[in-house]
């Protein structure tokens, strides 16, 4: 994917969350639903062109696009204390090279080059790269939701299972 379509992901993505962690119900929340989306699209619009920074060294889609950089992104909250959505970003950039480019991206970089892609991808230039992006888009917020409000079901269902209740 090319930038524009990286920052289009971001952002509805962020929009998209932000309702998901604090749905404005009532007109009363609408505030605290806007700053949530406006907290949230920041850093992940930040990690979303993070990765393209390879382009300007190293090689691309290999040395910035892999799962280490995004297991760094992702304990580095926990060391520091920030940062705490940018790994949000660096994955859907991922989830966008994977699944909406006809490329991919070199995963396990540097230990193997071979780069990983879904046969849905295609060319960054194509006139089909906005409607992919926004396929992808909504898959990942249709996952996002699944993670918000099903797996604390879930995890509750095994919960009293376990105490036999």
């Given at each position: 994917?090319?930038?524009?379509?990286?920052?289009l992901?971001?952002?509805?993505?962020?929009?998209?969350?932000?309702?998901?962690?604090?749905p404005?119900?009532?007109?009363?929340?609408?505030?605290?639903?806007?700053?949530?989306?406006?907290?949230?699209?920041?850093p992940?619009?930040?990690?979303?062109?993070?990765?393209?920074?390879?382009?300007?060294?190293?090689?691309?889609?290999k040395?910035?696009?892999?799962?280490?950089?995004?297991g760094?992104?992702?304990?580095?909250p926990?060391?520091?204390g920030?940062?705490?959505?940018?790994?949000?970003?660096?994955?859907?950039?991922?989830?966008?090279?994977?699944?909406?480019?006809?490329?991919?991206?070199?995963l396990?970089?540097?230990?193997?080059?071979?780069?990983?892609?879904?046969?849905?991808?295609?060319?960054?230039?194509?006139?089909?790269?906005?409607?992919v992006t926004?396929?992808?888009?909504?898959?990942?917020?249709?996952?996002?939701?699944?993670?918000?409000?099903?797996?604390?079901?879930?995890g509750?269902e095994?919960?009293?299972?376990?105490?036999?209740?």
């Amino acid at each position: 994917m090319n930038k524009k379509g990286h920052v289009l992901n971001a952002v509805l993505l962020s929009i998209g969350l932000g309702y998901l962690l604090e749905p404005a119900t009532e007109l009363s929340h609408v505030p605290a639903t806007l700053e949530t989306m406006v907290m949230i699209a920041v850093p992940v619009t930040l990690g979303a062109l993070f990765p393209d920074v390879d382009t300007a060294f190293g090689k691309h889609r290999k040395t910035l696009h892999n799962l280490a950089v995004l297991g760094a992104f992702v304990a580095y909250p926990f060391v520091f204390g920030n940062l705490e959505f940018v790994w949000i970003g660096i994955l859907t950039h991922y989830a966008l090279d994977v699944a909406g480019s006809k490329r991919g991206i070199a995963l396990f970089y540097p230990l193997s080059s071979k780069e990983y892609g879904l046969p849905t991808g295609v060319a960054v230039s194509s006139r089909y790269a906005t409607i992919v992006t926004l396929v992808v888009t909504a898959a990942e917020l249709t996952l996002a939701a699944a993670i918000v409000f099903e797996l604390p079901q879930w995890g509750f269902e095994l919960g009293r299972q376990a105490m036999g209740l």
